[in-house]
């Protein structure tokens, strides 16, 4: 069962390697044959990578995520900054056309 190594991602792999390398050693200890003992190594390397794909894909797509919001925000800081520049332009000729009023309003009354 490779399960219990998920937690630690890819780091546990090198390490599941170099146990079956030591394993590979003691052979004498086993009543199987090599091609049984390299059938399980390679099944439980298998398992583990197959397993360990959701970690990486999940770790992937937190990226992206954070991604988009960085680009989120920064468009939302330009559009801030965009915005308060229009208001500013409104705000200015909003005086200008106050003053063209007082102005005409005066020429008026002097007539």
């Known amino acids: 069962d490779m399960k219990p190594f998920y937690k630690w ?4 792999l090198p ?3 170099d146990w079956f390398r030591s394993a590979r050693g003691c052979k004498g200890f086993f009543e199987e044959s090599i091609e049984t003992f390299q059938r399980r190594q390679l099944s439980a390397m298998y ?8 970690l990486v894909a ?3 797509w ?7 919001r960085v680009k989120k925000r920064n468009f939302e ?3 801030k900054k965009q915005l308060l520049e229009i208001l500013a332009k409104k705000r200015k000729l909003e005086e200008e056309e106050m003053q063209v009023l007082d102005r005409l309003s005066g020429q008026r009354a002097s007539l």
């Open 58 to 60: 999940d770790g992937f």
């Open 47 to 54: 398992r583990f990578i197959r397993g360990v794909p959701m």
């Open 77 to 79: 800081e330009v559009e």
């Open 62 to 68: 937190s990226q992206q995520l954070k991604q988009v």
């Open 9 to 12: 991602k890819l780091k546990v």
């Open 15 to 17: 390490l599941i390697a």
